[in-house]
């Protein structure tokens, strides 16, 4: 989900998508299948594998922190597992943090 938030950017001048339905369409648009399978994909994408619930993604003008490599963090799980939840950058790296961490890197 990551790589393809960040290619979204690369090809709209570094602006991230406005709304989750731009993006859903930007990632059917860059698909070579169409059909059933393909939005039930992108719906899977758009969930964490971990905690099962759809990913909290920012939209819109992104204005919390960025990764240690300096992508913006994008994305992040609800819930977690075990008091730790994953986050992701435009450029897919994925990171565990905690709560209070949380709250640092994402001002949503």
């Known amino acids: 989900m990551g790589t393809l938030y960040?290619?979204?950017?690369?090809?709209?001048?570094g602006r991230a998508p406005a709304n989750e339905k731009q993006f859903r369409e930007f990632v059917l648009a860059n698909q070579?299948?169409?059909?059933k399978e393909v939005t039930e994909a992108v719906d899977a994408l758009l969930h964490s594998p971990t905690d099962g619930q759809p990913l909290r993604i920012c939209y819109g003008e992104l204005t919390g922190q960025v990764s240690p490599n300096g992508y913006p963090w994008i994305a992040h799980e609800q819930t977690g597992v075990n008091g730790m939840i994953k986050i992701i950058s435009a450029r897919g790296e994925l990171d565990e943090v905690n709560k209070e961490e949380l709250v640092e890197l994402f001002s949503d």
């Open 32 to 35: 070579t299948r169409s059909g």
């Open 6 to 13: 960040g290619q979204y950017m690369a090809q709209h001048n």
